[in-house]
């Protein structure tokens, strides 16, 4: 994902608003890679704007997602996870107790048997591994 300033001129130039709420999401996501859900990042922006909308924060990560800003992820936790690291691409680690989700890379990514190329071209693989973290492992 690009830097807010960037952002500020990129959602300008496809006409887009930007409003101090859109850029304090701007900041709140770059370079983050907590993988927050909407409300988390709703909670964020409210230290920084007591007024921020709920509707706002979705309209904004939706208006990223279009522009290939962030990924949008159903992990299996509940919510969508807002993902900014759209620069690499990469598989996740995800806690299924607390919901703590990380990057991975892997050396190798699975490749479908030529069997089931046979009737199906794929072109993007997501890997999941489900666990608990250490803190929940340690029962924290
Ligand atoms: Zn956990
Ligand atoms: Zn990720």
């Given at each position: 994902?690009?830097?807010?300033?960037?952002?500020?001129?990129?959602?300008?130039?496809?006409?887009?608003?930007?409003?101090?709420?859109?850029?304090?999401?701007?900041?709140?996501?770059?370079?983050?890679?907590?993988?927050?859900?909407?409300?988390?990042?709703?909670?964020?922006?409210?230290?920084?704007?007591?007024?921020?909308?709920?509707?706002?924060?979705?309209?904004?990560?939706h208006d990223l997602?279009a522009?290939?800003?962030?990924?949008?992820?159903?992990?299996?936790?509940?919510?969508?996870?807002?993902?900014?690291?759209?620069?690499?691409?990469?598989?996740?680690?995800?806690?299924?107790?607390?919901?703590?989700?990380?990057?991975?890379?892997?050396?190798?990514?699975?490749?479908?048997?030529?069997?089931?190329?046979?009737?199906?071209?794929?072109?993007?693989?997501?890997?999941?591994?489900?666990?608990?973290?250490?803190?929940?492992?340690?029962?924290?």
């Amino acid at each position: 994902m690009q830097t807010s300033a960037e952002l500020t001129t990129l959602f300008r130039d496809r006409g887009l608003r930007v409003t101090p709420q859109r850029q304090a999401i701007f900041r709140l996501l770059h370079g983050n890679d907590r993988h927050p859900t909407v409300d988390a990042l709703h909670e964020a922006a409210r230290v920084e704007m007591p007024t921020i909308s709920l509707k706002t924060v979705y309209q904004t990560v939706h208006d990223l997602e279009a522009l290939g800003q962030v990924s949008l992820l159903d992990l299996g936790t509940g919510s969508v996870r807002v993902d900014p690291n759209v620069e690499s691409d990469h598989h996740h680690v995800v806690c299924s107790s607390c919901g703590l989700v990380h990057d991975v890379d892997l050396s190798e990514v699975p490749k479908l048997a030529p069997r089931y190329r046979k009737d199906f071209q794929p072109d993007a693989v997501d890997v999941i591994f489900r666990g608990v973290c250490n803190d929940c492992a340690a029962g924290a």
